[in-house]
């Protein structure tokens, strides 16, 4: 009696498991944000990264707390750490990971790479990606990002073909998926932040949002864009000498087989056995590999990353012109 309920609950467990909601949202505690803001901002523009604890609960997963690993920390020195955590019942049960990025420069094949060594393990897990040259500009950069299931499908398979992109309907901007973030605090913590609250209703960042110079951060965009747009054209340059040695190869392959044909009829005249059409042996029968559509799609959707931070700087920058044009009027 004791192995069937055993067992029941078992079958219970995993088939729960087989059907866990699609992840919707990402809750984060306030005093979490501002841990990995705090981390990303002391060693920027260096790139750092740490892992998320908290829980994974319905359709979202609740961030408490974030983990700073620094780059002279050892595999060793992060596992003693997370066992650490669990002694002194804190939370240490990973969902994932934050890192840091440079003008939304994030979009990597090493992203995807880390995105499948953790989704061995966790079939929900997360990326909080946070720019600190972006939050300068008045913007608060801070994103929850996860790969779509028709990606990762094509990636265990590591088929980025044209048909098989076709066949899935799968484009560039299919590759990632933003999942809205909830940042939260308790009761106690806000009744705090409202006693911080100064008596000006007008403090020093709003001032800073009235900045007029914004040409560095533009610059940087545009060169990392134009770096973008010159590995998309040698990406297309690959792609253009594919498919010209693939009609060169279909040509000799026509020639070859006219010829064949002939000389089969030469034999059957003659009363001989004719010759098979195809000859493995042969190097034009030889299948050409079809170069992979990963990194053009990767580019791609960095490309239209830098588009819209310029398109947004350039729209407030017009809004603050005009805004100091009535000033001046008045």
Same mark, same amino acid.
């Given at each position: 009696?004791?192995?069937?309920?055993?067992?029941?609950? *078992?079958?219970?467990?995993?088939?729960?498991? =087989?059907? &866990? %909601?699609? !992840?919707?949202?990402? $809750?984060?505690? @306030? +005093?979490? /944000? *501002?841990?990995?803001?705090?981390?990303?901002? =002391?060693? &920027? %523009?260096? !790139?750092?990264?740490? $892992?998320?604890? @908290? +829980?994974? /609960?319905?359709?979202?997963?609740?961030?408490?707390?974030?983990?700073?690993?620094?780059?002279?920390?050892? $595999?060793?020195?992060?596992?003693?750490?997370?066992?650490?955590?669990?002694?002194?019942?804190?939370?240490?049960?990973?969902?994932?990971?934050? $890192?840091?990025?440079?003008?939304?420069?994030?979009?990597?094949?090493?992203?995807?790479?880390?995105?499948?060594?953790?989704?061995?393990?966790?079939?929900?897990?997360?990326?909080?990606?946070?720019?600190?040259?972006?939050?300068?500009?008045?913007?608060?950069?801070?994103?929850?990002?996860?790969?779509?299931?028709?990606?990762?499908?094509?990636?265990?398979?590591?088929?980025?073909?044209?048909?098989?992109?076709?066949?899935?309907?799968?484009?560039?901007?299919?590759?990632?998926?933003?999942?809205?973030?909830?940042?939260?605090?308790?009761?106690?913590?806000?009744?705090?932040?409202?006693?911080?609250?100064?008596?000006?209703?007008?403090?020093?960042?709003?001032?800073?949002?009235?900045?007029?110079?914004?040409?560095?951060?533009?610059?940087?965009?545009?060169?990392?864009?134009?770096?973008?747009?010159?590995?998309?054209?040698?990406?297309?340059?690959?792609?253009?000498?594919?498919?010209?040695?693939?009609?060169?190869?279909?040509?000799?392959?026509?020639?070859?087989?006219?010829?064949?044909?002939?000389?089969?009829?030469?034999?059957?005249?003659?009363?001989?056995?004719?010759?098979?059409?195809?000859?493995?042996?042969?190097?034009?029968?030889?299948?050409?590999?079809?170069?992979?559509?990963?990194?053009?799609?990767?580019?791609?959707?960095?490309?239209?990353?830098?588009?819209?931070?310029?398109?947004?700087?350039?729209?407030?920058?017009?809004?603050?012109?005009?805004?100091?044009?009535?000033?001046?009027?008045?």
């Amino acid at each position: 009696m004791a192995n069937t309920m055993a067992r029941s609950f *078992l079958q219970a467990v995993s088939s729960s498991e =087989e059907v &866990s %909601p699609p !992840l919707r949202v990402v $809750q984060m505690e @306030g +005093l979490a /944000v *501002l841990k990995i803001i705090k981390h990303c901002n =002391e060693f &920027s %523009p260096a !790139l750092v990264t740490g $892992q998320l604890l @908290g +829980l994974d /609960v319905g359709s979202g997963v609740f961030l408490k707390s974030p983990t700073v690993f620094l780059s002279r920390w050892s $595999q060793l020195s992060a596992v003693e750490m997370m066992r650490c955590l669990r002694e002194v019942n804190v939370d240490n049960n990973t969902i994932g990971w934050y $890192q840091s990025t440079l003008l939304g420069s994030f979009q990597t094949v090493e992203l995807i790479e880390t995105f499948m060594n953790y989704q061995e393990n966790i079939r929900r897990c997360v990326c909080i990606i946070y720019d600190p040259s972006r939050s300068s500009q008045g913007a608060f950069a801070l994103k929850a990002l996860k790969l779509t299931d028709s990606f990762m499908d094509l990636h265990r398979k590591n088929n980025f073909t044209g048909e098989k992109l076709r066949e899935k309907k799968l484009s560039w901007v299919d590759i990632f998926e933003e999942i809205p973030i909830k940042i939260s605090n308790s009761a106690l913590i806000s009744a705090f932040m409202t006693e911080l609250e100064p008596e000006s209703p007008v403090c020093q960042c709003d001032y800073d949002r009235l900045k007029l110079s914004t040409a560095p951060y533009m610059e940087r965009n545009l060169e990392f864009l134009i770096d973008c747009m010159e590995d998309l054209s040698s990406e297309q340059n690959k792609f253009q000498y594919y498919y010209r040695s693939l009609s060169r190869q279909q040509a000799q392959q026509q020639a070859w087989l006219q010829k064949r044909r002939v000389e089969n009829m030469a034999r059957k005249a003659a009363g001989e056995e004719p010759l098979p059409e195809e000859d493995p042996s042969n190097s034009i029968f030889k299948t050409i590999p079809e170069p992979s559509h990963l990194d053009s799609y990767l580019i791609t959707n960095q490309i239209s990353n830098y588009c819209n931070q310029i398109n947004g700087v350039a729209g407030q920058n017009f809004s603050r012109l005009y805004l100091m044009k009535a000033l001046h009027e008045n």
